[in-house]
């Protein structure tokens, strides 16, 4: 490396190391995703977005296993070029029929889902008004947009009205764009006063729908289906309930046509492994049955068993992510450090993946945790010190 680049980047690290801001990867291994191991020790996991504990199901093992016994691993090609699979076509026609719209199309992650689809639809002659606690990838996708955005306070449906009616230019298209259950604070997007909103601005509606689906909505088709109301855009991943990896996007025929040519993010890389698809479709059948029913109700207990006490005082979540708001970084760093001591891995947030103050404990629940689990878990979270705030599911701050 050119030593002067090299000097650079070891003064930021550096840096980042004295803000107790350097991050590493902790080395998981094991066949489970709730109780994974860490350097050879067993641990119980309140991390993982592996909300119906899908990933290890035998039938969605077996289903990609069926897969490789019959095709190629690797899709080999983009889709436009050669990669375009019957798995791939077969989950997107049962995505549509779960989701009650006219089509689905796949990506290879939901990341590049929403790169894929803010890119294609925005342009510099438009306005996307913006959550300001919005994913990075929606963050990443309306900067790349060239698009004229507009950050509005979270949750506030009154200053998305107000910058949805912004005249200061005369934009060609229009765009609210939200997430529907927030990845940091579990808090909903008010979605039928945002529809509304849209609506009378005519603007379109992209709601980002990564951490409802499978978990809320009848029969876990989402908090748009609970509001009943239907985006221009509904965006999902298969990497989180369904306990696959990859992303798509629903919604009518024309807005899948369009993407085929103008995503990006879909036209220039690889198609995700046939089997990754076909173990997405095994979930979503699990996720329609009395199966998927019997799961979500044990999340909706955890949640109530674990929010029942003083550390979450006041705080009514009803989706599996649990924040617990310690304030500064150290703080945060050191609760999860003692809960490791103690065999539970939550994972601390620090900024810029959440607003400066507001460092946490994000607690992700699962249909695989037990009674004694969530109990297990709640001992340990009394007996941390007290966070400088309380400020526990506040869902308030600044953009990342």
């Not at 375009?84 to 549509?96: C, G, N």
């Not at 979270?154 to 005249?167: K, P, S, T, V």
């Not at 891995?345 to 900024?351: A, E, G, N």
């Given at each position: ?26 080395a998981f291994a094991g066949r489970g995703r709730i109780h994974p191991e860490i350097d050879g020790r067993r641990v119980l996991n309140f991390s993982s977005n592996d909300y119906l504990g899908l990933a290890e199901h035998p039938t ?90 507009r950050v509005f306070a979270h949750l506030d449906i009154n200053a998305a009205r107000a910058a949805l009616a912004d005249r200061s230019r005369a934009f060609r298209r229009r765009f609210l764009v939200t997430e529907s259950l927030f ?154 450090r003692k809960l490791l001591e103690n065999g539970l891995f939550v994972q601390p947030i620090r900024p810029p993946t959440v607003p400066e103050g507001t460092a946490r404990l994000r607690i992700t629940l699962s249909a695989l945790h ?31």
């Amino acid at each position: 490396m050119l030593p002067e680049l090299a000097d650079a980047l070891t003064a930021e690290l550096e840096e980042l190391a004295g803000r107790i801001r350097l991050r590493t990867l902790p080395a998981f291994a094991g066949r489970g995703r709730i109780h994974p191991e860490i350097d050879g020790r067993r641990v119980l996991n309140f991390s993982s977005n592996d909300y119906l504990g899908l990933a290890e199901h035998p039938t969605v093992l077996a289903a990609a296993q069926a897969s490789l016994s019959s095709t190629a691993f690797g899709a080999a090609a983009s889709r436009l070029v050669s990669g375009d699979l019957p798995a791939h076509r077969s989950l997107e026609a049962h995505l549509a029929d779960f989701l009650e719209t006219e089509s689905a199309l796949l990506f290879p992650t939901g990341y590049q889902t929403n790169l894929g689809v803010l890119t294609a639809l925005a342009g510099s002659d438009d306005l996307i008004v913006s959550d300001a606690l919005n994913h990075a990838s929606l963050i990443d996708g309306c900067r790349l947009s060239r698009a004229t955005v507009r950050v509005f306070a979270h949750l506030d449906i009154n200053a998305a009205r107000a910058a949805l009616a912004d005249r200061s230019r005369a934009f060609r298209r229009r765009f609210l764009v939200t997430e529907s259950l927030f990845s940091m604070d579990g808090d909903q997007a008010p979605l039928a006063d945002y529809a509304a909103i849209a609506r009378a601005a005519r603007a379109a509606l992209i709601v980002d729908e990564a951490h409802a689906l499978g978990v809320l909505g009848p029969s876990g088709r989402g908090l748009c289906a609970a509001a009943g109301i239907a985006p221009d855009a509904l965006i999902g991943t298969l990497g989180k309930s369904l306990g696959s990896a990859g992303g798509f996007v629903a919604g009518q025929h024309l807005l899948r046509r369009i993407l085929i040519n103008r995503a990006r993010t879909l036209l220039f890389t690889t198609a995700s492994p046939p089997a990754a698809a076909a173990a997405a479709e095994a979930a979503l059948t699990i996720v329609r049955s009395p199966e998927g029913d019997s799961r979500r109700a044990i999340i909706k207990a955890h949640v109530a068993r674990l929010t029942d006490g003083p550390r979450f005082s006041g705080a009514h979540p009803t989706g599996p992510i649990i924040p617990l708001i310690m304030g500064s970084d150290g703080d945060a760093v050191a609760a999860g450090r003692k809960l490791l001591e103690n065999g539970l891995f939550v994972q601390p947030i620090r900024p810029p993946t959440v607003p400066e103050g507001t460092a946490r404990l994000r607690i992700t629940l699962s249909a695989l945790h037990t009674s004694e689990d969530i109990a297990r878990l709640a001992e340990a979270l009394a007996r941390l010190p007290a966070p400088a705030a309380d400020r526990s599911l506040s869902g308030s701050g600044p953009l990342p």
